[in-house]
């Protein structure tokens, strides 16, 4: 078992530093897209074998030191009934938003252990396939709630943030409820056998200072409790990380996972050593020719050079018109970095 | 004359802070919208005297501290041949966007004192009817390139980003030639009798942190160093600047002006008391009840109490659906508030 990654995440990795990427089982895969074009991407995470097969792709084709289960952050609305599928070069569609406090207050209580099976049933089916940690994941209860009541992705949350400052206390419910469903839907994960978390608010920086302590990290902090086995580590990824850092060093998280906007080597000087951090390289870079890849990767290598918590990533997802040989080339950029 | 504002930027305001809000000419205003049914956008900013009603209206309405010119940040594009127009509900549509290295070679050095002339008109058409200072503007060169790549305005500047990672060369060119115009075009400005200058970075924070540094903030200097009378206060926005503030003061401003992401105490506490602080409140805030908005607003000046280089504003622009009443309410409230 290759444990770079949970040694990192642990901070006392000696070794190099462990790479994975988010969004690294994806649609820039040719090898993904084939299995895409005989599945709709809902089917795909819904059936063990093939969430497994697309889970392992990146790994045996480069090598990441990580796995994160295929899946997606809204099958907990899926599960709330609220409907889910996915739109050609538009993204998630959630197909009976919430419009009022009465759909906040007749959500089910869903039995997720039974509606969320197949998530477990492919965590079992990979489990024994792996030679690397499996991460799984989550969505934040600001974000997840941002799509339950927007409907989809949307630009500036107008809804979602109306919401919020409109009528508080109902909002807050639904962030509660969000809250209860994530922390079973992660325990879950964590029998199946996962070895660590990462939660995702991708959707953080929308929010102002107060508003992020307020709605996003309470409830992140709720959930990091709630957890059964203490033992499993969780990273916390935001976009907003850059400025919200220190919050969510508060709250005594693993990992945190930065976005690209600040410098790799200030956020450490305000984080203690004993949280891993893991970034946060553009993944706009994957554009730009192999040698700029290779020099971005080394110069943030170097930065974090005596860093036993550091762990490679993008400061966000890989885009699906981004080149394999690109991914490539940072991987083993990675892994060449002699310390 | 009422000097608060121009106390404030130099830091040494003992009296209320003063306010104004981005965008606080537009079309949340009924005023406005009657003005703008018979003209379009763009008639509305090469008319002088139109322009200056409209960056009247919110003085005689609301009684600002401070009036900014109405006019657009891609009034450099439009000088330089590009083609501009207004699209309801989509925003500015850049008619020949740069698609070749050739496109940036060949863009025209203009003669702003002539293209640009409506807007000293402006300038010179409004000044004796303001009691409160007259802020011009501009956009930041690396906001400016992104339009005149993008062809309008676009979620994550992928063809901006690709360009900068993949021909750094010509992007520093065309950086470089917006940069030369609007040093030029500041300079008409502040001849034509402007009291303060804001420059607007919109898309900085789509940058990484080194990449902010390269492709913004070299030029934002060159920019503060260009303009010939140094006496002229100079504040830089940016989406980012809670990320950039320090960055930003590197390049002595006197003023910055934060989006909403940061707690502005802990801005201050990295930013010298010889740079005012402008912002910071979440700009939806103004959907909220007013009792809401006059809790947030009271929340910040208390905050900002004893603070001399203290100017009250959004962390970006007003929307166009916002209330009249909403703004008034903020507007009092700052007002109101005593020391």
Redesign the interface.
């Known amino acids: 078992m290759n444990t770079l990654f949970l040694d990192a995440l642990a901070c006392r990795n000696d070794s190099r530093a462990p790479v994975w990427l988010m969004r690294q089982a994806g649609r820039y895969l040719p090898e993904y897209r084939k299995i895409r074009e005989k599945y709709t991407f809902t089917e795909m995470y819904r059936h063990p074998e093939i969430a497994s097969e697309v889970t392992l792709q990146p790994i045996q084709i480069f090598g990441m030191d990580a796995a994160i289960l295929f899946s997606d952050i809204l099958v907990i609305p899926e599960a709330l009934g609220l409907g889910l599928h996915f739109k050609d070069g538009v993204g998630p569609i959630i197909e009976r938003p919430l419009l009022t406090d009465v759909d906040i207050d007749s959500l089910p209580k869903p039995e997720l252990a039974e509606s969320l099976s197949y998530v477990t049933q492919a965590i079992d089916h990979l489990s024994p396939q792996l030679d690397v940690p499996l991460i799984g994941f989550c969505g934040a209860p600001f974000t997840v709630a941002s799509y339950m009541i927007e409907g989809g992705s949307s ?1 500036e949350l ?1 809804k979602t ?2 919401w919020m ?2 009528n508080p206390k109902s909002f807050h419910r639904l962030l509660k409820h969000i809250t209860t469903c994530t922390i079973e839907y992660l325990n879950l994960q964590i029998e199946a056998g996962v070895s660590a978390l990462q939660i995702f608010d991708s959707w953080a ?1 929308a ?6 302590r307020e709605c996003s990290l309470n409830y992140l902090s709720e959930i990091r409790k709630g957890l059964k086995n203490q033992n499993i580590p969780v990273i916390l990824f935001c976009r ?1 990380s ?3 850092l220190e919050s969510l060093a508060e709250i005594m998280p693993d990992g945190i996972s930065l976005d ?4 790799l080597k ?1 956020a450490r000087s305000v984080i203690p050593e004993t949280i891993a951090l893991q970034g ?3 993944p ?2 994957l ?3 192999l040698h ?1 890849i290779r020099q971005e990767v080394t ?1 943030l290598l170097a930065a974090m050079k005596n860093d036993r918590g550091y762990i490679f990533n993008l ?1 966000h997802g890989i885009k699906p018109d981004m080149a394999v040989d690109a991914v490539r080339t940072l991987v083993d950029s990675v892994k060449n970095f002699s310390r």
């Open positions: 630009r107008k943030k109306q400052l409109r920086n929010l102002g200072y107060a508003q992020f907003g850059s400025v919200f690209w906007n600040i410098n200030k946060n390289l553009d706009d870079i554009y730009a020719p700029v110069d400061g």
